[in-house]
């Protein structure tokens, strides 16, 4: 007869300090030891994948080659976003770039737009994306996030960004024509 509340009780025990590779080869051990059906059995009362627990068992059984620290095989895990959609760092570098602040002979770069805004914005376009995810690129990016430190009385000029846009389009002019900006 399995023992199930026993084999749960030692992945229990030993949950918090194995890490993915050790949980696998020790609910392959439980299921070599106790022969047929064992894998279904450990994968009941642990909840470890009957793959998981096959892949263990192939290692098991495969002299132990130097794996170092890894965990999982070279190429494991999921794949970066960036790497599954190669558009969405420029699209986002195409949103922030017209409201980037900060001189642009220092290494510092900043933006007001928000992170939400970003992500929707991105959403918008076809990105599967979140505030997070838009942090890290915009972090990768060099950017780092701003917010006006005091605000300044009355309203401010209803084409207040439709004159930064123009500014934008000038220096982009004058820098591609080779002339100085001012």
């Known amino acids: 007869m399995v023992e199930f509340d026993g084999i749960k009780r030692r ?12 949980r696998r080869l020790m609910a392959a051990a439980e299921a070599l ?10 994968s009941k009362a642990t909840g470890v994948s009957r793959r998981a627990i096959g892949e263990g068992v192939k290692e098991l059984s495969q002299p132990r080659q130097a794996t170092g620290l890894r965990v999982r095989r070279e190429g494991g895990g999921r794949k970066k976003t960036v790497t599954k959609d190669p558009t969405l760092l420029a699209d986002l570098e195409r949103l922030v770039e017209p409201v980037t602040r900060g001189d642009p002979e220092s290494p510092l770069r900043w933006t007001c737009k928000s992170l939400r805004k970003l992500a929707a914005e991105l959403n918008g376009m076809g990105h599967r994306t979140s505030q997070h995810l838009v942090s890290q690129l ?4 060099g950017y780092s996030l701003q917010a006006n430190r005091k605000t300044l009385e009355g ?12 500014i934008n389009e000038q220096v982009r002019a004058f820098q591609a024509s080779g002339d100085p900006v001012i």
Do not use: I, M
């Open 11 to 22: 992945f229990e025990l030993l949950a918090p300090v194995v890490d993915e590779r050790t």
């Open 138 to 141: 915009l972090h990768e990016l």
């Open 155 to 166: 309203a401010s000029h209803p084409d207040r960004d439709a004159q930064f846009g123009h």
């Open 33 to 42: 030891a106790l022969g047929w059906g064992g894998a279904t059995a450990v």
